[in-house]
């Protein structure tokens, strides 16, 4: 059984039930638990439950201690390539958004990666719009063979790709693999994805147990908040790790709550994801969820990302750049959507030591080196 059919366990219609029904004492009673089932996750997710949120970040707190130290790894993103076939209606790379597309060729990726090197970082996330011509699963390829050179862990955030390509991925030195399904509503995520291979729902809801069954090290999923009602996307993307966690248990499977953030286009989100429920959302996933890693982009503010620090969140990005080429050329494109916290690698690992936490750089190294041609 795969997580589509998990997900008819749980019908939004049940969930909309449920929530409306959660008492004060329901969310008591499952704060004096150790262990939460999918149904004691959901009542963490409820209107009534938000009136607990400093119970729940105090519980959320230690509990991440306990599990991580007072660690936060380091990492940032690097866009190979903006060409995308795609229609969708909230994205800044959306093939019908005039914009001078770009990739990144071999020199490029060595300028690119030696800058961020400079930093100290060693985990890198690698990225594409969705074009099997400009980026195809060899070119991704070549390019994390090029760029093991620099670091020791690369993961990818591209479009979703079959068992076999992911393989061949870990085979070029690739070990953690970042999807977001954007939305599990299945209606919205049709009307939202008006062309191109993305709109296949199901394909893209299955990738991350086939990045899985392919032997990524690391795994991260999450929805896009802001296109569907706050609670439902995070109890499904809850959900979809509490699956893959048990599934495959030597994975490290975590969890992003990305926020819509301005981009090129007009699309305005129907559902805006407020501060308080997103300190909601990632206190609610560390209860549910202890191991699993909780990620914090910046796309959230400076203030926020220093607010929301001790409340579960893992990992950081840091010096991050949504452009192709953005850190080493002057002729950079238009990103895929705006940053808000712009602090350098050295500005967020000082912050993090200000505010007793270990900034940390490096947590992986495979035993084999790749050489490239």
């Given at each position: 059984?795969?997580?589509?059919?998990?997900?008819?366990?749980?019908?939004?219609?049940?969930?909309?039930?449920?929530?409306?029904?959660?008492?004060?004492?329901?969310?008591?009673?499952?704060l004096g638990k150790q262990r939460l089932s999918p149904w004691d996750y959901l009542t963490l997710l409820s209107p009534v439950a938000s009136e607990f949120l400093e119970d729940m970040a105090r519980k959320a707190h230690e509990i991440t201690v306990r599990q991580f130290g007072k660690t936060i790894l380091l990492y940032t993103p690097m866009y190979l390539s903006d060409h995308c076939v795609n229609l969708c209606r909230y994205c800044g790379f959306n093939a019908s958004i005039d914009l001078r597309r770009s990739r990144l060729e071999p020199e490029d990726v060595d300028r690119e990666a030696a800058v961020i090197a400079e930093t100290g970082l060693k985990h890198i996330l690698i990225l594409t719009g969705e074009s099997r011509t400009h980026s195809s699963p060899r070119y991704i390829g070549d390019c994390a063979r090029r760029l093991a050179r620099y670091f020791t862990s690369i993961s990818i955030e591209v479009y979703p790709l079959e068992t076999d390509e992911y393989?061949?991925?870990?085979?070029?030195?690739?070990?953690?693999?970042?999807?977001?399904?954007?939305?599990?509503?299945?209606?919205?995520?049709?009307?939202?994805?008006?062309?191109?291979?993305?709109?296949?729902?199901?394909?893209?809801?299955?990738?991350?147990?086939?990045?899985?069954?392919?032997?990524?090290?690391?795994?991260?999923?999450?929805?896009?908040?802001?296109?569907?009602?706050?609670?439902?996307?995070?109890?499904?993307?809850?959900?979809?790790?509490?699956?893959?966690?048990?599934?495959?248990?030597?994975?490290?499977?975590?969890?992003?709550?990305?926020?819509?953030?301005?981009?090129?286009?007009?699309?305005?989100?129907?559902?805006?994801?407020?501060?308080?429920?997103?300190?909601?959302?990632?206190?609610?996933?560390?209860?549910?969820?202890?191991?699993?890693?909780?990620?914090?982009?910046?796309?959230?503010?400076?203030?926020?990302?220093?607010?929301?620090l001790p409340l579960g969140v893992t990992r950081m990005s840091a010096g991050s750049c949504t452009q192709v080429g953005g850190r080493s050329r002057d002729d950079a494109n238009t990103g895929q959507f705006d940053i808000s916290d712009e602090r350098s690698v050295q500005e967020m690992a000082r912050d993090l030591a200000a505010r007793g936490y270990q900034p940390v750089y490096k947590d992986w190294e495979p035993l084999v080196s790749l050489d490239v041609a």
């Open positions: 059984m795969g997580f589509y059919e998990v997900m008819a366990e749980y019908r939004p219609g049940d969930l909309e039930s449920f929530i409306g029904k959660v008492k004060p004492d329901d969310v008591r009673r499952v393989a061949d991925l870990v085979s070029d030195g690739v070990d953690g693999l970042t999807l977001y399904q954007e939305t599990y509503n299945e209606a919205l995520y049709d009307s939202l994805h008006l062309r191109g291979p993305k709109k296949n729902f199901s394909f893209r809801l299955n990738a991350p147990e086939r990045g899985c069954r392919a032997g990524m090290r690391t795994v991260g999923i999450g929805a896009l908040l802001g296109l569907d009602v706050f609670y439902r996307d995070s109890f499904y993307t809850g959900l979809h790790a509490w699956y893959l966690q048990r599934s495959y248990p030597e994975v490290d499977i975590s969890v992003s709550f990305p926020r819509m953030r301005p981009h090129a286009g007009s699309f305005q989100p129907g559902h805006p994801a407020s501060d308080r429920e997103m300190v909601q959302a990632v206190t609610a996933l560390r209860l549910f969820m202890p191991r699993a890693g909780i990620t914090l982009s910046t796309r959230e503010t400076e203030d926020f990302r220093n607010n929301i």
